[in-house]
């Protein structure tokens, strides 16, 4: 085998590995965007589930509200009935 052929060999070689780390880089790449393109999609699925539970907090905190007022109304609802009935009773106790 002469020098020429050997060199021919060696850049074969060169450019074998050259073509198998070009290939490995892009492969690589390709997989870190595949990771990242996951990690987005995971977390705009946090966010979104993150958004439904604020919503549901607000609707829920709403009706907590909701619910409050309408007890402190029929509380005053009841007072403003014995506060009726007490003042019929002192009417008629007053009377006699």
Do not use: A
């Not at 590995?17 to 492969?27: A, F, H, I």
């Not at 539970?53 to 007072?79: G, M, P």
Request: glycine content about 2%; aromatic content about 12%.
């Amino acid at each position: 085998m002469n020098i020429t052929d050997k060199f021919h060999d060696i850049k074969k070689l060169y450019e074998q590995k050259l073509t198998d780390q070009q290939s490995n880089y892009y492969s690589n790449i390709k997989q870190c965007g595949n990771d990242y393109e996951k990690k987005i999609q995971s977390l705009r699925q946090e966010v979104k589930e993150l958004n439904q539970k604020y919503h549901f907090t607000l609707e829920e905190k709403e009706q907590i509200k909701i619910d409050f007022e309408n007890q402190v109304n029929n509380i005053f609802s009841s007072f403003e009935i014995i506060r009726y009935l007490d003042s019929r009773n002192l009417s008629s106790n007053t009377s006699k």
